[in-house]
């Protein structure tokens, strides 16, 4: 069975980004160890970004 379509506006946006190769290398094994995936710890970092600077 499909997964239900996502609304227009509820739908991910995809972008490419730049990180340091040292940054990457953290990230990478941070995903690896609690079994998460890149896209997955970006939301949450951002999502905690946004937090603590009000915006």
Do not use: H
Request: aromatic share 10%; charged share 35%; proline share 4%.
């Amino acid at each position: 069975m499909a997964r239900p379509r996502k609304a227009e506006g509820e739908k991910y946006i995809r972008q490419d980004i730049s990180i340091e190769p040292g940054q990457f290398r953290r990230l990478m094994a941070y995903c690896q160890r609690e079994d998460r995936s890149i896209s997955w710890v970006i939301r949450k970092a951002l999502e905690m970004f946004f937090m603590c600077n009000d915006t």
